[in-house]
């Protein structure tokens, strides 16, 4: 028997969380001998989510979901030590659950070395850092609007004196 295995999926990735979805099957060029059990085509569709708490884990859950038929090919002669059992080939479904973790400390260092700040400390700190920003920019802001008021007024009293100057002088 020869087959075809093939997927196809694609991937919402976020900071904390990757949302999947996937569809899979084995598609058999050659079928396997009438005798032989879970000889059908077969297709799954999997929506999965994987949790992501550290750059260095995170945890996977998917539910596999049938969507091809439950057409059983296999010979009704063939049992299990004399019961013929009514079970699919393939479950219906199943549940997928996983978890990823990073051991070696060479990856570590690839992503700045042992003991720099995590990437959610670097963002609180820029964060921060443009608020300080931003509270300087009001700040000089307020400065620059009572420095306009004093030359204004500066003006208005140096254009009184030139009115006084020109009566005296008439």
Do not use: C
């Not at 999947?20 to 058999?28: F, I, R, S, T």
């Not at 070395?113 to 959610?120: F, N, P, R, Y």
């Not at 443009?130 to 400065?143: D, F, V």
Request: glycine share 6%; charged share 35%; net charge neutral.
């Amino acid at each position: 028997a020869s087959a075809l295995r093939w997927g196809l999926g694609v991937s919402y990735p976020t900071e904390l969380f990757d949302l999947n979805l996937e569809l899979w099957g084995n598609h058999y060029i050659n079928k396997p001998d009438s005798m032989a059990f879970s000889r059908e085509n077969f297709v799954y569709i999997t929506p999965s989510l994987k949790f992501k708490p550290q750059w260095w884990i995170n945890f996977t859950l998917g539910l596999d979901v049938r969507v091809s038929s439950d057409k059983d090919e296999s010979s009704k002669l063939v049992s299990f030590v004399g019961h013929n059992l009514d079970l699919p080939n393939y479950p219906s479904w199943k549940l997928t659950l996983g978890s990823h973790i990073v051991l070696n400390a060479g990856a570590e260092k690839i992503r700045g070395g042992v003991g720099e700040k995590s990437d959610i400390r670097k963002k609180v700190d820029f964060y921060d850092r443009l608020l300080k920003e931003k509270e300087k920019t009001r700040s000089i802001e307020e400065e620059l609007r009572r420095l306009r008021r004093e030359r204004e007024q500066a003006e208005k009293e140096l254009e009184e004196l030139r009115q006084l100057l020109e009566e005296e002088g008439k």
